[in-house]
């Protein structure tokens, strides 16, 4: 629908960072160089239509207006960006292996807000009035991302963890010291031939309001949870230490972080030693530049996950009288995992990319967050190709639809068929507009006033459709007994409402109804809309959407 070609569009030979990369509220890509520049593409219109070609609204040299701030020559190159919540743009030097006894010189700061503004209003601004930096001790240097909330930006180096503020300056609000062992390397022998990206913890922070999350890089690896206000380490543990006798562990993403809301925090850490090209070891490399060929190990590119060390943990933290505790929960060591799992609260499965280690077949999988056993894979390929080399998954919001990109240039889709039209089965409902969510219980109460909520709320829109159409819809996870369960549907008004009996029934995959149901097989819930009737929520002739949730 639209790109932009550093080559062809800005007669530059840069390459984008694709890894800090991010979309900006109004469709603006923000990218780091591995020029030290960032930019700013526009990518749409006023209205919302994709430009065929994204316009470069803002091009910073961050490195230069780092050192005339900072007065000395950086080192470090630039690696990752990030706004925080007044706009202000947050940026850190440094690479995946930031040694500190090379003592390189490295930095981070921000580009005002008011300064941003002024560029993209097409005024000419002076940086060293815009550009505030935070000298760093020679040899410290980010490894990942910055995290942004309401308190400040979070970065995490290869020695310390920092929260800052903006205050025509960095204001460092408080630094807390973690512990490694430095840069981790496959050993003769090992069937890995790669080895630990970072030599510092590899995990970027993960907030919640609270806490900060990460890793540090000991043996064994131990998942850290810092005061946000304070910075006091408030709790930690070792983590994904259940593995083989000498398997080497090293957390390189970010740990998925789910705060409940009600005292408990659960984070979610994947091993990923293995991964990092043994280069990154060499004096003269530029760790900052995120290519494959620079980061990665070839082993990795060429064989597989065989190439990453195992294992995937669920740790939660726990609010307690005393402070906090943390506790593992599950601990899975038969997975190595490489696509940056992503958790879907919508439906609460973790789902991911993995490689099936005897059959060499790539398939998609989804872990049961509270139990972290295998729901649900899907092959994909058994070609080399096919891996997904360390690219992040994307979960759509509406709790049906994952994208994952792979090295063979495909961004693959999946999608779960979870309604069809029994009465015309040749006939395709579009996915797209089949969305299946949580209904919590407070707002299943506030909508319609009747009972338990039980199962998704599944909306779903119907093109070209008879005056009276049957729906079904496929859901496990139900038990019971059928007679204690109801189905309500949206009306027009927004209330939730009892779907009369005679409208719907429960059945089996076979066409078989029962007086006691059982989650673990599949359902059909086959539901009778009449077009423009009370539960049509659609204004369009011959189109019907409905949105229906069972209830106890």
């Given at each position: ?16 960072q694709s890894s800090y ?37 803002l091009d910073i040299d ?239 590119l060429r064989q597989g ?248």
């Amino acid at each position: 629908m639209g790109y932009f070609s550093p080559k062809q569009h800005d007669n530059g030979s840069y390459l984008i960072q694709s890894s800090y990369s991010f979309v900006d509220e109004s469709n603006r890509i923000v990218c780091p160089t591995n020029d030290n520049r960032v930019l700013m593409l526009k990518a749409t219109d006023e209205e919302g239509n994709v430009l065929p070609e994204f316009e470069k609204v803002l091009d910073i040299d961050i490195k230069a207006a780092a050192e005339a701030a900072l007065g000395k020559t950086l080192d470090q190159n630039l690696l990752s960006v990030v706004f925080d919540y007044e706009g202000n743009l947050w940026f850190a030097t440094g690479g995946f292996r930031i040694y500190p006894d090379r003592k390189q010189q490295g930095t981070f700061g921000y580009v005002s807000r008011a300064a941003i503004d002024k560029i993209l209003n097409g005024e000419d601004v002076d940086l060293s009035d815009a550009v505030f930096v935070y000298e760093l001790e020679p040899g410290e240097g980010a490894e990942n991302g910055i995290a942004a909330s309401k308190e400040g930006a979070v970065i995490l180096t290869n020695l310390k963890c920092y929260l800052l503020q903006a205050d025509n300056g960095v204001k460092k609000v408080w630094e807390t010291s973690y512990k490694s062992v430095g840069a981790k390397e496959s050993e003769e022998g090992d069937e890995t031939t790669g080895g630990g990206l970072a030599w510092g913890g590899g995990c970027s922070p993960s907030l919640t309001k609270d806490l900060v999350m990460f890793t540090d890089n000991q043996d064994p690896v131990n998942l850290i949870a810092v005061d946000m206000k304070t910075g006091e380490q408030v709790a930690s543990m070792p983590v994904i230490d259940e593995l083989p006798e000498d398997t080497q562990v090293s957390v390189e993403n970010s740990a998925i972080v789910y705060d409940d809301g009600e005292g408990t925090v659960s984070t979610i850490v994947c091993n990923w030693f293995g991964a990092g090209s043994a280069k990154l070891g060499e004096a003269d490399n530029d760790s900052s530049i995120q290519s494959y060929e620079n980061i990665y190990d070839v082993g990795w590119l060429r064989q597989g996950n065989k190439m990453i060390a195992p294992g995937i943990e669920r740790v939660d933290t726990v609010k307690t009288e005393d402070g906090y505790e943390m506790k593992s929960i599950w601990c899975r060591s038969d997975l190595s995992d490489t696509s940056m799992m992503k958790l879907s609260t919508a439906t609460g499965y973790i789902y991911g990319y993995v490689q099936d280690m005897e059959t060499g077949m790539w398939q998609y999988i989804m872990l049961d967050f509270e139990t972290g056993e295998t729901a649900f894979t899907m092959d994909i390929s058994d070609k080399p190709g096919y891996n997904n080399m360390a690219i992040g998954m994307y979960a759509g919001n509406s709790g049906n639809a994952l994208y994952c990109p792979t090295s063979y240039l495909e961004l693959l889709r999946l999608q779960d068929r979870f309604v069809y039209l029994p009465e015309m089965p040749y006939r395709k409902v579009d996915l797209d507009q089949a969305m299946r969510n949580v209904l919590s219980q407070e707002k299943f109460a506030a909508d319609g006033d009747q009972g338990d909520v039980e199962g998704w709320l599944n909306t779903i829109t119907i093109e070209n459709v008879h005056p009276n159409t049957t729906v079904a819809i496929r859901m496990k996870g139900i038990s019971g007994e059928t007679g204690s369960l109801k189905l309500y549907a949206y009306g027009t008004d927004g209330t939730l409402k009892e779907v009369p009996a005679e409208k719907w029934h429960i059945q089996t995959e076979d066409g078989e109804t029962t007086d006691t149901l059982s989650e673990d097989v599949l359902y059909e819930i086959h539901m009778t809309v009449e077009d423009g009737g009370d539960f049509d929520l659609s204004e369009t002739e011959k189109e019907i959407k409905i949105s229906a949730v069972l209830g106890i």
